[in-house]
């Protein structure tokens, strides 16, 4: 029970409630408790790094000059009055399936800075140039690596290819950045580096080594907790690389050559693809975050001819990794959230040296699509105006965005943590989630 139940249940008796209001008060805190902190979903981040158009995905404005609406077309989902780009068609299909926030905006229209503050939720506190890797605050994955340690000697964390350039733990220290899955899980000799003993080593061999290193090792251990001790840092790193070789369940979860062949296809054998199955089994294996980053959504130039060739198979991924979690029972606790770091400029525009048009960098507007997690699916949440120029009903901030994916790890986003020096630090400075996705 949380101290503020105590205190509420103190008062009642002063106020002469009976046992029964007693009872009452105590469940409504736990309800309460419940609706913040209790429920914990797993998240894969999908992570469109450069900025997704919003006319060409989730966002399309057919009755906007064509200068605007652009050369697709919109198509109907299973949803009525729903309506996303005709290259999504798997996903028009499953559209009850998930939200579609279209009214989320912030004043970050450059790569670096519009990356920090909607991967963690706080904007920069210094103008920040859009080639820049910025880390003023820790990431969504670093936060839940923290509060949600994973079971079987597994790091909480993971991103594949490689880190987006907010995605770590700033302040929290090195333990809670992400494990990094740089190899391509679409290559048949596909191995996680670092986390399978060499062939000629045997397990009773590498027992023994560990048996030898406690042996040897007599270096005493700082215990203050004042006192920084690089060398107790170091023994959980070790620990946790132990764990994760000579874990069976560690090990199996990376093990995507033992999906079937027909699962392999419905994913797509492409990097993204496979990368999104091997989310879905470390989530499987009670990983509580994942991002997947998913680079070259900055079409300045060539958007219609790139998106026509990703966007089917970008599609058929999300849409499968939607299904199979659906199908497998997972999705209700497992959050599949694919955006970037703004939307793309309403004016369609060819740029001094270019000889095919693109978009720019736009952060009025941006769509995001949120599935799973115990969202309620088939809805639009927000809107833009006429000409997609700006976010214009229910309008929403990187916090409201980033306080709803906390509550949803079961993470409290009022909360308040203290740098090494001992500054606090709001995890999010406006913790109000999007109601209508909880």
């Known amino acids: 029970m949380l101290r503020r139940t105590y205190l509420q249940l103190g008062l009642a008796g002063l106020a002469g409630g009976s046992f029964v209001d007693l009872l009452a008060m105590r469940n409504a805190s736990a309800g309460e408790t419940k609706g913040g902190a209790k429920p914990k979903s797993n998240c894969i981040l999908i992570w469109m790094d450069g900025g997704p158009t919003h006319f060409e995905t989730f966002d399309p404005k057919p009755e906007a000059p064509a200068e605007i609406r652009g050369e697709f077309r919109p198509i109907e989902t299973n949803v009525s009055g729903i309506r996303i780009c005709e290259h999504l068609p798997k ?29 963690t939720g706080a904007p920069p506190r210094i103008p920040v140039g859009c080639g820049a890797f910025v880390s003023f605050h820790p990431s969504l994955g670093s936060v839940a690596a923290l509060e949600r340690p994973a079971p079987h000697g597994m790091p909480s964390y993971f991103t594949m290819p490689s880190m987006s350039r907010s995605g770590g733990p700033n302040f929290l220290g090195a333990k809670y950045a992400p494990f990094v899955v740089a190899n391509d899980p679409n290559n048949e000799q596909f191995r996680v580096r670092d986390v399978e003993l060499p062939k000629d080593l045997l397990t009773e061999r590498f027992g023994k080594r560990q048996d030898l290193r406690k042996l040897v090792d007599r270096m005493p251990r700082y215990s203050d907790p004042q006192v920084s001790d690089p060398v107790s840092s170091y023994d959980e790193n070790y620990q946790q690389g132990y764990d994760l070789v000579m874990t069976p369940e560690a090990q199996k979860a990376f093990d995507i050559h033992s999906e079937p062949a027909e699962i392999r296809e419905a994913y797509g054998r492409n990097s993204f693809g496979q990368r999104a199955l091997l989310a879905r089994r470390l989530v499987d294996a009670g990983v509580p975050f994942v991002t997947i980053y998913d680079g070259g959504w900055d079409h300045h130039s060539d958007l219609f001819g790139a998106l026509k060739k990703r966007l089917p198979s970008w599609d058929q991924t999300v849409a499968t990794l939607i299904n199979d979690l659906d199908q497998r029972g997972m999705l209700e606790t497992t959050m599949v959230i694919a955006l970037g770091e703004f939307g793309r400029t309403p004016k369609i525009s060819t740029l001094a040296g270019q000889d095919k048009a693109g978009r720019d960098h736009w952060a009025n507007a941006m769509s995001i699509l949120f599935a799973g997690g115990g969202t309620p699916g088939g809805q639009v949440v927000g809107a833009t105006d006429r000409q997609g120029h700006s976010a214009s009903e229910r309008v929403l901030s990187p916090e409201n965005y980033v306080s709803t994916v906390y509550r949803k790890l079961g993470i409290d986003p009022a909360k308040i943590y203290y740098t090494p020096s001992g500054r606090p630090t ?7 989630p999007i109601q209508e996705l909880m």
């Open 91 to 119: 996903l028009a299909k499953i559209a009850d399936k998930y939200a579609i926030i279209r009214s989320v905006h912030h004043n970050q229209a450059n790569h670096g800075a519009g990356n920090h503050y909607m991967m």
């Open 426 to 432: 709001h995890l999010v400075s406006d913790h109000t």
